[in-house]
T-cell receptor, first 111, second 115 residues
Framework: GENVEQHPSTLSVQEGDSAVIKCTYS??????FPWYKQELGKRPQLIID?????GEKKDQRIAVTLNKTAKHFSLHITETQPEDSAVYFC??????????FGAGTRLFVKA | GAVVSQHPSRVICKSGTSVKIECRSL??????MFWYRQFPKKSLMLMAT?????????EQGVEKDKFLINHASLTLSTLTVTSAHPEDSSFYIC???????????FGDGTRLSIL
């Protein structure tokens, strides 16, 4: 069945450094890739998304890249801050059907 | 932006009790809502897809008689955990989208603790 693999499961960086989280999807029909940030006990919140007709998208310190051929997509956070500490989930969707989530990456930003 | 309201936020009850969780889309109509279960430090596990006016579609391994879903209107879906037991303790989150090609909007979640 459909699967989304996410790595690493835990990531610790120093404040100001960059953080990269990578995901791989299995369903070649996937065309929509959102990224969610979830703080402890809170709801997942969309931070950025990308569609299959675009290779890269940037929003301030956050960027996402997509390689459709390799079925890889990545989240890049630059100039990390302590408030970036949270769990990040990637997801893949065929747009109109269910969304498959990755296992999550716990990001720690050390001050 | 689209807002999804979920209530209650926390439930603590005795084993054998049935618990109802509500999920409402406040400023948009949601033909489809999703129910997830999340264990500590784990990902979101889709339990079922709730479609307005029709039966929910359950994921493999999810007992439909245990987790009753009703999507009676375009703004409300409910999840009832029937005869809850300690192993049903978890964080339950609903989500909805206003258009299929848009991101899902999540509720705040319900932390269910069965004693």
């Amino acid at each position: 069945g459909e699967n989304v693999e996410q790595h690493p499961s835990t990531l610790s960086v120093q404040e100001g450094d960059s953080a990269v989280i990578k995901c791989t999807y299995s369903d070649s029909a996937s065309n929509y890739f959102p990224w969610y940030k979830q703080e402890l006990g809170k709801r997942p919140q969309l931070i950025i998304d990308i569609r299959s007709n675009v290779g890269e998208k940037k929003d301030q310190r956050i960027a996402v890249t997509l390689n459709k051929t390799a079925k890889h997509f990545s989240l890049h956070i630059t100039e990390t801050q302590p408030e970036d500490s949270a769990v990040y989930f990637c997801a893949a969707s065929t747009g109109g059907f269910k969304t498959i989530f990755g296992a999550g990456t716990r990001l720690f930003v050390k001050a | 932006g689209a807002v999804v309201s979920q209530h209650p936020s926390r439930v603590i009850c005795k084993s054998g009790t049935s618990v109802k969780i509500e999920c409402r889309s406040l400023d948009f109509q949601a033909t489809t809502m999703f129910w997830y279960r999340q264990f500590p430090k784990k990902s979101l596990m889709l339990m079922a897809t709730s479609n307005e006016g029709s039966k929910a579609t359950y994921e493999q391994g999810v007992e439909k008689d245990k987790f009753l879903i009703n999507h009676a209107s375009l703004t409300l879906s409910t999840l009832t955990v029937t005869s809850a037991h300690p192993e049903d303790s978890s964080f339950y989150i609903c989500s909805a989208w206003d258009r299929p090609d848009q991101p899902q909007h999540f509720g705040d979640g319900t932390r269910l603790s069965i004693l």
